[in-house]
């Protein structure tokens, strides 16, 4: 395995940037990449439901769809469509993915 010094890596890492440049391609600073991602998933919160945010909040806060369904006066059938509406408009693969979507939209706010 070869090692290869910060500076070498450094060096490495503009040419490729200015390969991409010549290219015709876009170099985005990675920290700017993830606060625009960031601005993305809020904004896809904002397409939720009122219903929808608030049982995704309730599944982050730790309760089940059964308890969900209890507490808003819903079947639990319902509260699945919820979830499952929900997860398909923050393009979610799974409702952890999307309970974690709306935790960090917690601290964003």
Avoid at 27 to 40: E, S, T, W
Avoid at 47 to 67: F, I, T, Y
Avoid at 96 to 106: E, K, P
Wanted: net charge positive; hydrophobic share 45%; aromatic share 2%.
């Amino acid at each position: 395995m070869r090692v290869l010094c910060p500076e070498v890596i450094g060096g490495v890492a503009a040419h490729r940037r200015a390969a991409r440049r010549r290219a015709g391609g876009t170099y985005v600073d990675p920290g700017l990449a993830a606060a625009l991602a960031d601005g993305g998933e809020l904004q896809r919160l904002g397409s939720l439901s009122p219903r929808e945010l608030e049982v995704l909040e309730l599944l982050a806060d730790g309760l089940n769809g059964q308890l969900i369904a209890e507490r808003l006066f819903l079947s639990p059938e319902t509260v699945r469509t919820h979830v499952r509406n929900a997860t398909s408009k923050l393009g979610a693969r799974t409702r952890v993915q999307a309970v974690a979507l709306v935790v960090r939209g917690r601290g964003a706010s």
